[in-house]
T-cell receptor, first 113, second 113 residues
Framework: KNQVEQSPQSLIILEGKNCTLQ??????????LRWYKQDTGRGPVSLTI?????NTKSNGRYTATLDADTKQSSLHITASQLSDSASYICVVPLGGGGNKLTFGTGTQLKVEL | DAGVTQSPTHLIKTRGQQVTLRCSPKSGHDTVSWYQQALGQGPQFIFQYYEEEERQRGNFPDRFSGHQFPNYSSELNVNALLLGDSALYLC????????????FGSGTQLSVL
């Protein structure tokens, strides 16, 4: 069964600290993995898109890693800010590409003072 | 440059009614996908439209139907509403079916009473 699982389900950190979110997927065939940030009541916004040949990709304070052998990805956030409080969703397309996407249930991150 | 716009932002209906949600894609985009996001869950793929035709469909009943117009805008129709249809409905657009970077609208929050 094609699935995307994320951990932890929720996370609270202090402003300025780093954190790492995890994603395991069983979608096959695999073409790419995406991380999205979703603020409450808003649509998801793309952070990174990684193909199977990429191990690491950065977007500002966000760094995503991908291990296609173990089918795991992580999203590392450095020097967290209050505005980072959101749901972070790991997404993998079904059928090897296109936009029929399988979304994880997300990690709810809260950054506090 | 307007992004993806959806209307209405909020909607309240009763069981058995019918609803139409609307989406205008980002300028330059020709492909529209619709997703349903229940509270606390990741979005679920409903269907995708390109060149005014449904190209892919997720695991949703025939009560969910759609349309794409020549100007690339799209509608999602849901008939015989059920309480379980209460969710955030997201529209996403891209250039061509295979483009990987999706832009999401802010969604329509549908409540079925």
């Amino acid at each position: 069964k094609n699935q995307v699982e994320q951990s932890p389900q929720s996370l609270i950190i202090l402003e300025g600290k780093n954190c790492t979110l995890q994603c395991n997927y069983t979608v096959s065939p695999f073409s790419n993995l995406r991380w999205y940030k979703q603020d409450t009541g808003r649509g998801p916004v793309s952070l990174t898109i990684m193909t199977f040949s990429e191990n690491t990709k950065s977007n500002g304070r966000y760094t995503a890693t991908l291990d296609a052998d173990t089918k795991q990805s992580s999203l590392h956030i450095t020097a967290s800010q209050l505005s980072d409080s959101a749901s972070y969703i790991c997404v993998v397309p079904l059928g090897g590409g296109g936009n029929k996407l399988t979304f994880g249930t997300g990690t709810q991150l809260k950054v506090e003072l | 440059d307007a992004g993806v716009t959806q209307s209405p932002t909020h909607l309240i209906k009763t069981r058995g009614q019918q609803v139409t949600l609307r989406c205008s894609p980002k300028s330059g985009h020709d492909t529209v996908s619709w997703y349903q996001q229940a509270l606390g869950q990741g979005p679920q793929f409903i269907f995708q439209y390109y060149e005014e035709e449904e190209r892919q469909r997720g695991n949703f009943p025939d009560r969910f139907s759609g349309h794409q117009f020549p100007n690339y805008s799209s509608e999602l129709n849901v008939n015989a509403l059920l309480l379980g249809d209460s969710a955030l409905y997201l529209c996403a657009s891209s250039f061509r079916v295979t483009e990987e970077k999706l832009f999401f609208g802010s969604g329509t929050q549908l409540s079925v009473l």
